[in-house]
């Protein structure tokens, strides 16, 4: 059995959430005189790859240490959308369905492509990450309760779409953005699309039925594009933790890993080693065709 990381690089210059704490690091001891290096770090729950846990927004949910093995770690699939989801789209399960087969009680990890917009990545763009990622509408919140979703993983910073979040108030310039786009492809202002009682859905209508999901998952997730696979989410036994920063990865036979890491040698990599998504021809012809990597 191998491993493939999911997880982005985390450093002191790893983007949070928007208004979240990022990373801060000190040494409060070095190997002189002290005979040891010692950090000290202060930093939020909703920094690098992460798991929204049930009490971040469900107040007599289950914390992170209540979280058994059996839920995080499990078969699941990866769903590339990246060829059909833009700045600000929406994507939806039968986009998903259209892709991938999805059992009942899958781990649902869904691939944007805007994980090449990280910090980490040649590419970084962090408020394309952040503010203009594709997201979805109550119709998949609901067909991931069908389908008794187990935990949803996605590439960007939020499952929910961003301007279904107090974003849209908050970077005014995007929201115009987004308005004129919502009209155009949707025929419906953002305010009629996103009314009030559809706000942070993929929190609000799914916390409380046990889904959960796990932001800003990147690493090597080029390489399982549209493929079922065995997925663990690896928090910290966090008890009270309404999140927690996380180890993801994908578990593959020795086969299956030995074909991967052959398919990386031929792919640009990122400073640390990762599927470098602007540098990947192979893997994102169809996405580039469409203008979305310039």
């Known amino acids: 059995m191998k491993i493939l990381d999911l997880t982005i690089p985390f450093g002191v210059a790893t983007p949070p959430w928007p208004t979240y704490e990022p990373l801060q690091l000190k040494y409060f001891k070095r190997l002189a005189p002290n005979g040891a290096n010692g950090q000290l770090l202060t930093h939020s729950n909703h920094v690098g790859t992460h798991l929204d846990g049930e009490i971040h927004f469900h107040t007599p949910g289950k914390d992170i240490a209540s979280l058994n093995f059996d839920y995080l770690v499990h078969e699941g699939v990866v769903a590339d959308v990246s060829d059909v989801c833009g700045d600000y789209d929406v994507y939806t399960s039968q986009m998903i369905e259209e892709r991938v087969e999805v059992k009942e009680g899958d781990i649902l990890v869904i691939h944007t492509g805007y994980h090449h917009y990280g910090w980490d990545q040649p ?172």
């Not at 927690?244 to 398919?263: E, G």
């Open 123 to 294: 590419t970084a763009d962090e408020i394309r990450y952040m503010v203009k990622h594709p997201g979805p509408d109550r119709e998949f919140a609901l067909w991931c309760r069908k389908k008794k979703i187990r935990w949803i993983g996605v590439d960007c910073g939020s499952a929910d779409h961003p301007m279904n979040t107090i974003l849209r108030d908050w970077m005014p310039r995007q929201a115009r953005e987004a308005e004129a786009h919502f009209r155009v492809k949707y025929g419906k202002p953002l305010a009629e699309f996103f009314d009030d009682s559809k706000y942070q859905l993929m929190h609000l209508e799914l916390f409380n039925h046990g889904i959960i999901h796990a932001e800003c998952l990147g690493g090597d997730i080029d390489l399982l594009l549209n493929e079922r696979v065995e997925i663990g989410c690896f928090p910290w036994r966090f008890v009270d933790g309404e999140s927690s920063i996380s180890r993801i990865v994908a578990f593959l036979d020795d086969k299956a890993y030995a074909a991967k890491i052959k398919k990386k040698e031929t792919c640009g990599l990122t400073r640390f080693g990762d599927v470098a998504g602007a540098e990947n021809p192979a893997l994102h012809e169809r996405a580039r065709k469409k203008g979305r990597r310039g």
